[in-house]
């Protein structure tokens, strides 16, 4: 839907020029796609721990392995001179190589988390056996908190805006 055309993986491998993988399955890449990779192909996972690239395989077909040839990344030599460059040790590569969930996005998250601990506590023996959304209340003020203290402003919705947003009668 992005305009990126679908193809096999061996038919990908010969013309990319790195590869994500995001599958959560073992050994999507694997030597026979390494073996046609372009020089200077790059690999990386963020799908599944470090199981989604056969790196065990990458590096029996290496016939060397430079580490950390720049901050997280490792070439693989292969014996016709080509490196493979394999990203953050084949980690999760929003978590090895990256700042994974910085505490600016993950501080909404623990707060929101902690609010609907606390939610819970206190409405003990009112709640019944199922899975709750997090209060409104709780999004709203933990979402105002975080503006507030990004010196962002924002309108308030008015009367009218708040009944459009709460009913389906008005509308598409």
Not at 53 to 73: A, C, P, Q, T, Y
Not at 114 to 131: D, F, H, M, R
Not at 151 to 157: N, P, Q, S, Y
Request: hydrophobic share 40%.
């Amino acid at each position: 839907m992005d305009g990126f055309r679908v193809m096999p993986m061996l038919e990908a491998a010969k013309c990319g020029d790195l590869f994500c993988t995001l599958t959560g399955n073992i050994s999507v890449l694997r030597p026979e796609f390494f073996k046609v990779m372009k020089d200077g192909a790059m690999v990386c996972n963020s799908g599944h721990f470090n199981v989604e690239i056969d790196i065990e395989g990458l590096s029996k077909m290496s016939k060397e392995v430079l580490k950390d040839v720049r901050n997280f990344v490792d070439a693989y030599v292969l014996e016709d001179g080509r490196k493979i460059y394999l990203l953050g040790e084949g980690r999760l590569i929003n978590l090895a190589a990256a700042e994974g969930h910085p505490a600016s996005v993950m501080d909404m998250s623990f707060a929101t988390q902690a609010l609907a601990t606390e939610y819970c506590i206190k409405n003990k023996g009112k709640l019944s056996n199922k899975v709750y959304f997090v209060p409104q209340d709780i999004e709203d003020w933990v979402a105002s908190l975080k503006l507030e203290s990004m010196g962002v402003g924002m309108d308030e919705l008015t009367e009218e805006q708040k009944v459009y947003l709460n009913s389906w009668q008005t509308g598409t």
